[in-house]
């Protein structure tokens, strides 16, 4: 049998925190991508992708379920916390079918390596969740050098191989690329599909670039508020450029790149060094900067170069990937994606969609129906054409009541079919100045005036 009438592999690589035009082929000029611009010109790139939440463990929760984040209570907390509270600790439920359990059940070998950042141990884990093999980090950021979750010598390293904790020596991307080649090397890989999830902690925070070790002797805080700058973004980018390179020349070497899908992305927009053009807004934010993504698709064997319209969120891929791998959902457990593979095919008409969005700071509310998007912060409300203004500056509200109106109803319809939002800040166990960091809203990106 040929390889294009096998199922295929998957190979999904996550960023974390990448803008938009963090890209070389999606405008970036100030710094090059080569290895992912590749990837884009041999495959699909998005022009409109959203990430389910504009935090990183809510769209993982979506990446996971293929269904809205705020079914699940752990998809309430932004971003989930690691440390236990009066509610206990909260994860993704290893009893939930997730994309891995639904292709290790049709027969896939599946493996993440790198952020897991969906519940601690020994509750929750990757290997109670449908992966087979896991290594990486358990919670939602560490030092690139330390791999600690923290700053000083008190503060255990996050690294993990299942569920035992392991040393490595080295900068964590490039750690993160060579687990990831190895994994290709194996001969099992030529006698099952596999899934490989492959989530990158770069570009998140502390700001540490591949020769930046000395930073990281000095950091106070991993937030790192007080260092940082746009030229250290940009070797980090490019070392992730060069680290996706070098997973890609595997799959290519082992002679697997023809029937493998390939898909990259982000977890949710920028933060602070990152480039949104032409969007305004960043992480944390329900704007176009903190929800839309890059993403790209690879799959040789079915699908030709294209630039797909087609408005998509971080909850399609598990439809679409169990379809191209002949499964499906599990039926108590629906998808609240879509299966995008007809569409790449050309056997469907790109369509509208509906996307609904909420962030408990601020009380942000969003909702995109084709060109239009309903956007509520705290009490202000805004009608965007973000078609024609993609940076969200010409509030139609009042030009445009009949569509307002609806989509606010819309959202508070959807809204009420969903878990009720938490009304406290899950900070117990930590620090106050932890909770200051961590927790704070940072200043919203400035809106049009009149509010």
């Known amino acids: ?47 409109q992708a959203y990430a389910n939440s504009a935090v990183c463990s809510a769209t993982r929760f979506a990446l996971m379920t293929g269904r809205y984040q705020y079914r699940l209570p752990g998809g309430l907390e932004e971003p989930i916390p690691t440390a236990r509270g009066p509610r206990g600790p909260i994860g993704l439920p290893p009893e939930h079918p997730t994309l891995p359990s639904l292709l290790a059940e049709a027969g896939y070998d599946t493996a993440l390596i790198g952020k897991w950042h969906l519940g601690p141990l020994p509750e929750f884990g990757p290997l109670k969740s449908g992966y087979q093999r896991f290594f990486g980090n358990y919670g939602g950021v560490i030092d690139y050098f330390t791999h600690k979750p ?15 904790p392991v040393e490595r020596v080295g900068y ?8 990831a080649a190895a994994y290709l090397r194996e001969p099992a890989r030529r006698e099952a599909p596999f899934l490989l999830s492959l989530h990158f902690t770069a570009p998140h925070w502390p700001w540490e670039g591949p020769g930046d070790e000395a930073v990281s002797r000095n950091l106070t805080s991993l937030f790192h508020y007080d260092g940082g ?11 992730l450029d060069g680290a996706v390179g070098q997973v890609l020349d595997t799959l290519a070497a082992q002679g697997l ?62 439809p679409t990937l169990l379809a191209a791998a002949g499964a499906a959902p599990h039926p108590d457990y629906p998808s609240d994606g879509e299966n995008l593979l007809p569409i790449l095919k050309g056997q469907a008409p790109e369509r509208e969609r509906k996307l609904f969005w909420r962030y408990k700071a601020n009380s942000q ?87």
Do not use: C
Request: proline share 7%; charged share 25%.
């Open 1 to 47: 049998m040929s390889q294009a009438q096998t199922r295929p592999n998957i190979l999904f690589i996550l960023a974390d925190d990448l803008g938009w035009a963090d890209l070389g082929i999606y405008g970036q000029q100030d710094y090059r991508t080569p290895h992912l611009d590749r990837l884009a010109a041999g495959g699909v790139r998005f022009t």
């Open 150 to 164: 923290g700053v000083g010598p008190e503060v255990a390293r996050d690294l993990y191989e299942g569920e035992l």
């Open 172 to 179: 964590y991307t490039q750690i993160l690329a060579d687990e």
């Open 229 to 239: 700058s746009q030229a250290t973004y940009g070797r980090m980018v490019q070392a």
């Open 257 to 318: 790149a023809e029937n493998t899908i390939v898909i990259f992305s982000s977890d949710n927009g920028g933060e602070r060094f990152s480039k949104t053009w032409p969007f305004t807004g960043q992480k944390t934010e329900l704007l176009e900067g903190g929800l839309r993504v890059p993403t790209l698709l690879r799959w040789p064997a079915v699908l030709a170069p294209q630039v797909s319209e087609q408005v998509t969120a971080t909850m399609d891929w598990l």
């Open 365 to 451: 509310r969003a909702l995109r129906e084709g060109r239009w998007k309903y956007l509520k912060i705290n009490e202000h409300e805004f009608l965007f054409d973000v078609l024609a203004d993609p940076r969200e500056r010409a509030n139609l509200k009042t030009r445009e009541p009949v569509v307002f109106e609806q989509l606010k109803r819309d959202w508070l319809d959807w809204d009420a079919g969903m878990l009720a939002i938490t009304p406290e800040v899950f900070t117990h166990g930590l620090s106050p100045a932890v909770q200051a960091d961590r927790y704070s809203p940072q200043p919203l990106t400035p809106l049009p005036r009149p509010l």
